[in-house]
């Protein structure tokens, strides 16, 4: 069964950084993009940053430009978003998600298999 797992949430401080980790498991994750969204309280879900499924095409943001990064390693069956200089309005459950395009707009309604997300908490 298909299944994706985030890691790494937390309550962090203003300019601090944290990386989220979305293990696969179930399927091979080198034939599907990957993204990364997040929900904030009384918000919708929007795309925070996706990936090709071969890593080369990335898409990011733009509130989180220069910030954040993502990446792939295939091998480990896994995609990460390191999260640079947090801000209290980054405050969010952020998800993963993947489609089995090769590469998709960050935009929740294109992807198909989900995680049950991780918390992040930016505040002093």
């Known amino acids: 069964q298909l299944q994706l797992v985030e890691s790494g949430g937390g309550l962090v401080q203003p300019g601090e950084s944290l990386r989220l980790s979305c293990a696969a498991s179930?399927?091979?994750?080198?034939?599907?993009?990957i993204g990364w969204f997040r929900q904030a309280p009384g918000k919708e879900r929007e795309g925070v940053s996706c990936i090709s499924n071969s890593g080369s095409n990335t898409n990011y943001a733009d509130s989180v430009k220069g910030r954040f990064t993502i990446s792939r390693d295939n091998a480990k069956n896994t995609v990460y978003l390191q999260m640079n200089s947090l801000k209290p309005e980054d405050t969010a459950i952020y998800f993963c998600?993947?489609?089995?395009?090769?590469?998709?707009?960050?935009?929740?309604?294109?992807?198909?298999?989900w995680g049950q997300g991780t918390q992040v908490t930016v505040s002093s």
């Open positions: 179930g399927f091979t994750l080198n034939y599907y993009a």
């Open positions: 998600a993947a489609t089995s395009r090769l590469f998709s707009p960050c935009v929740p309604a294109r992807y198909d298999y």
